[in-house]
């Protein structure tokens, strides 16, 4: 009896293991089709329908980027794909980036079933080369007979690489049926550490699509090994305008075409004041930072704009607090503090919603390969595709929500509006640079200057814009006078922001040259804040004294609760007539106390 309960349970465990797998790889079992040979394995040559909805969009799961964990959603709807391939099709992958078992063991069932599989796998740079031999070895030494592959090499610069992360399909076996020309594009390596990061990935059944793709695939072939140097951009406009797909490096005749395809695409928004964009943006550089300007700019007609950004990139990317103060929002997310949860993402999108192409109401989802830097542009191997659709933007929609509500990265809040203060504009301050000592001097303190942000005051100091002046931006800094002997002098801030602050943060120089004529001297100064509306001042920090022959930034974190406001007190000359030099300071920002 014992025996036969043994044999019973070996059976079940065996069934449930069955049912786990076909689970973990989002299979439709049809009980009509006999999947497993006589000792229960599966059938390497069976085709399994996949049930599908196209277009179809796949997104890592919330849950499993958060934290840093696995997540196979994109990787299982790979592999479902390819099990779906019918006999006699054709595959055609161009990966930067491969080493996932499951869909490896995929390509070997499909090659057994008959499907031709040509395979542009890329060894371009450091990383490809460190992860895709294994893959190599497995794909040719696993006897597949209706295997062909390509090893990619871009040579047109150092840095540049096959960044694809496409398959195309001639045609699979759904529950529904055959379908033909499947397009499966994807943000994400098939790799398991591209899995741990926010992703996405859309496939869609459009045989022009599809022939725009293969084209595209084909010049890639024909130059994996060189030639990339002579490769010309090209891009399909489909669907009576609906779809589009573009295809980098963004060269023509063997020189990089001037402009940029991002930027067009928000060029393409004609009534700022009624449009919402949200980009998630895994790299970008200042080389395109043409884009953020654009992004400016449409906040200031109107526009709702949203940024998503990694911790590594806002670092090196200037101007996106000027964004912020314009009242764009940007959530920054940590990718390199391993002290607090990781979220790492590699997602690279657009969603535009408002009067697109002149059309009232489109809704854009911009998706691929491509991101914000010169090199994914101009040198790398990139693809990028334009849907109008509903369905597919409401989708990503969902996702870029997802992302926006992670915990931000920054210790502060948010920068107040209007900040950072570059005391620009002030009645009768004319000139634009130049040795003309152009600007406004005050020599009384309570004497009121409406700036952007408000009101402020200041004495024996003025706007000036001195070759000798230490500006930041546009053309003024705020200057204090140096006397031989004298008392303090500030700017103060003659009005609170209302809720707290977390940060401040401004640029700082002395003015003058460091030798010859303008002889400039180091100058001691300090931040300073009043909670009581300017009755009594707090220093914040350790006194400056240095001298900075170039403007240059300093940040101080804070935790100060409601109203305040700020001053800079820039210490008198002492009586024994030691020079306390001349003080520069620009674009001052107030971050808001989260």
Not at 505 to 516: I, L, M, V
Not at 572 to 582: E, L, R, V
Request: include cysteine; charged fraction near 20%.
């Amino acid at each position: 009896m014992k025996k036969y309960i043994f044999f019973i349970l070996l059976l079940l465990g065996a069934i449930s293991s069955i049912i786990s797998s076909c689970e973990k790889i989002h299979h439709r079992i049809d009980e009509n089709i006999h999947y497993e040979d006589s000792e229960g394995n599966i059938n390497d040559t069976t085709l399994v329908p996949i049930t599908i909805n196209l277009p179809e969009v796949s997104f890592t799961q919330k849950e499993f980027y958060s934290a840093n964990l696995e997540s196979e959603a994109i990787l299982n709807s790979i592999i479902a794909l390819i099990d779906a391939a019918e006999p006699e099709s054709s595959i055609y992958m161009c990966i930067n980036q491969i080493n996932h078992e499951g869909i490896l063991e995929a390509f070997k069932r499909a090659d057994n079933r008959g499907v031709n599989l040509n395979l542009l796998i890329d060894m371009s740079r450091v990383e490809p080369q460190r992860v895709n031999p294994a893959a190599f070895n497995f794909l040719r030494g696993a006897d597949m007979k209706n295997t062909q592959i390509w090893e990619t090499y871009n040579d047109i610069a150092d840095a540049a690489i096959n960044e694809n992360r496409f398959i195309l399909f001639s045609k699979i076996e759904t529950t529904e049926g055959s379908k033909e020309h499947i397009v499966f594009q994807a943000s994400s390596s098939f790799t398991v550490a591209d899995s741990r990061g926010a992703q996405d990935a859309i496939t869609l059944s459009d045989e022009e699509l599809y022939h725009a793709y293969l084209k595209y695939w084909n010049e890639m072939k024909d130059r994996a090994i060189s030639g990339m140097t002579g490769y010309n951009y090209f891009f399909e406009i489909l669907n009576a305008g609906n779809t589009e797909a573009h295809f980098m490096p963004y060269r023509n005749n063997g020189a990089v075409i001037s402009g940029d395809v991002s930027l067009d695409f928000l060029n393409r928004i004609s009534d700022p004041a009624t449009a919402e964009v949200r980009i998630a943006m895994a790299f970008w550089d200042d080389n395109r930072i043409a884009i953020l300007d654009k992004l400016i700019e449409l906040v200031e007609q109107g526009a709702k704009v949203e940024i998503v950004l990694k911790s590594n990139v806002a670092a090196t990317l200037s101007r996106f607090e000027v964004f912020e103060s314009k009242g764009g929002f940007v959530r920054i997310l940590n990718v390199n503090d391993n002290e607090r949860p990781l979220t790492n993402f590699g997602s690279r999108f657009m969603l535009i919603n408002g009067t697109y192409d002149g059309v009232v109401g489109t809704k854009v989802t911009v998706t691929g390969t491509l991101s914000f830097t010169a090199n994914s542009l101009r040198n790398s191997n990139t693809a990028v595709i334009l849907l109008k659709d509903d369905e597919v933007y409401n989708r990503y929609e969902t996702f870029f929500n997802d992302l926006r509500s992670l915990p931000e990265y920054r210790a502060s809040g948010p920068i107040y509006a209007g900040f950072p203060e570059t005391f620009e504009h002030v009645p009768g301050l004319t000139g634009t640079g130049g040795t003309a000592d152009v600007g406004v001097y005050i020599a009384g303190f309570d004497t009121p200057i409406y700036l952007s942000t408000g009101v402020w005051t200041f004495d024996n100091s003025g706007f000036r814009n001195q070759v000798t002046d230490k500006i930041v931006s546009p053309s003024h800094a705020w200057r204090s006078a140096r006397p031989a002997t004298g008392p303090s002098t500030y700017l103060a801030m003659a009005f609170d922001v209302p809720n707290g602050a977390s940060k401040v943060s401004f640029y700082y120089g002395t003015w003058g040259n460091q030798s010859g004529a303008n002889l400039g001297a180091p100058c001691t100064f300090a931040l300073e804040y009043s909670t009581n509306q300017g009755s009594t001042w707090t220093q914040i920090g350790n006194v400056i004294t240095e001298a900075a022959w170039t403007a240059k930034q300093v940040s101080f974190d804070v935790d100060i609760e409601g109203p305040v406001r700020f001053r800079i007190h820039r210490f008198g000359s002492p009586t024994n007539g030691a020079d306390n030099g001349s003080l520069n300071i620009d674009d001052f920002a107030i971050y808001q106390k989260k």
